[in-house]
């Protein structure tokens, strides 16, 4: 059955490891017939929440009229959900972190996906598992939902990650998701 797939492609490097990780997701994922979109945070508009709580009280409304709108609506609608990002001093980037929290206007609305991680560092998967946590947590708030897959890309440079053994790890759980 074809499913929605988006795709948080959160690195301000355009071309990054993690959005080259996130393409071939996107080719085996296109391959197998589901319907894929890819957002950039990258550009986007998004301010950080600002705990007003208005969100909880009013339905779901957030007070900030940014980019985010769209994107949660975006977010909502998924079936599968993949949310990358570069590691930056062992931790998810800043604009992920923006993103996710600003789900919260979302409420009861985001629930039952299918979770995959793309995570890049310079050095080993084990300098990745504090930033997995980071979107595991996420996860464990969004009611019915599993992650499915991770991948862990090792590169420094922008581009580095071309060839290696992540990319045909990417691609294999987009044919699968
Ligand atoms: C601000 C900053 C912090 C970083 N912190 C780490 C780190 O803690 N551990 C690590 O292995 N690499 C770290 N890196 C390297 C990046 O994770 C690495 O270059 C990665 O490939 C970037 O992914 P991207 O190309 O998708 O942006 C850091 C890079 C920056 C710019």
Known sequence: MAKKVLVIVSSPRKGGNSELL???????????????????????KIAPCIACEACL???????????????????????????????????????????IDRTLAGGSRLKSKEFY???????????MECTMNDMQGFVNCVPGSVVKGKVYGSAFHVGEIQGRPAMEEAYALGRNC
């Open 117 to 127: 991680f793309i995570a890049t560092a310079a050095d080993g998967a084990h300098v």
């Open 22 to 44: 996130c393409d071939r997701f996107i080719s085996g994922a296109e391959e197998a017939g589901h319907q894929v979109e890819k957002i950039c945070l990258k550009g986007k």
């Open 57 to 99: 009280n009013n339905g779901g409304v957030c007070v900030q009229k940014d980019d985010m709108g769209e994107i949660l609506e975006k977010l909502i609608a998924a079936d599968v959900i993949v949310l990358s990002t570069p590691v930056y001093y062992y931790s998810i980037c800043a604009q992920l972190k923006i993103m």
